[in-house]
């Protein structure tokens, strides 16, 4: 898939559930091959790490003093800096060309929001992401889902992220939120940490 669309960036798509490491413009030499393998390799070793330590230390984690900041710093930048993106920009870009905006902004009914996390390539927007502290309940909240959903409908993204790392949900953002939505709605991938190992599909 090319290095545009969105499927690429999660290896997902509406019509499937495969989700894997962020990959660059497709290269078929035997080298390229090997450095995609090992980049998966070491993903697949550094979110290991990440769940084994969550689970470790959980009750301190679901307590509700432990904040949505720690989370995105401890867990949350970690992950997606494994699955290839420049989360704290290492790389040195201009503002117009880094991989993640923190603190994004979006018009909502007039006002100015601020999503957690805006993903881009070649500095266009290609989903937003919002973290809650783990003691929030993805699953079944109405108010973190709403919330998304309404960032993204507004900025036009079909799809985006919600996760306390704890929880992980990808939502179908094309459909107008409305604020009575079920927690469900539009949500077309839900796991918690525990199924990280077994649904993170890490492509060859």
């Known amino acids: 898939m090319s290095k545009d669309s969105f499927a690429n960036i999660l290896n997902f798509s509406l019509s499937g559930t495969n989700i894997g490491v962020k990959s660059a413009d497709s290269d078929p030499s035997r080298l390229a091959a090997t450095r995609m393998a090992t980049q998966h390799q070491e993903a697949h070793a550094v979110i290991h790490d990440l769940v084994e330590h969550f689970e ?86 109405t108010g973190p889902a709403y919330q998304l959903r309404r960032y993204a409908w507004s900025a036009k993204l079909p799809l985006s992220i919600l996760t306390s790392f704890a929880e992980f949900a990808v939502y179908d953002c094309r459909l107008k939120p409305k604020e009575n939505d079920k927690a469900s709605t539009g949500r077309i991938l839900y796991f918690t940490y525990k199924d990280y190992a077994s649904r993170w599909i890490l492509l060859p």
């Open 56 to 141: 470790r230390n959980i009750g301190s984690y679901l307590n509700q003093a432990y904040n949505e900041t720690q989370v995105r710093r401890e867990f949350i930048d970690p992950f997606f800096q494994a699955l290839g993106w420049d989360v704290t920009n290492k790389a040195g870009y201009a503002e117009a060309y880094k991989d993640v905006i923190h603190e994004d902004a979006v018009k909502v009914g007039g006002a100015t929001k601020a999503p957690d996390y805006s993903f881009r390539i070649g500095g266009t927007r290609k989903f937003f992401l919002e973290a809650k502290r783990p003691s929030v309940g993805i699953k079944d909240e």
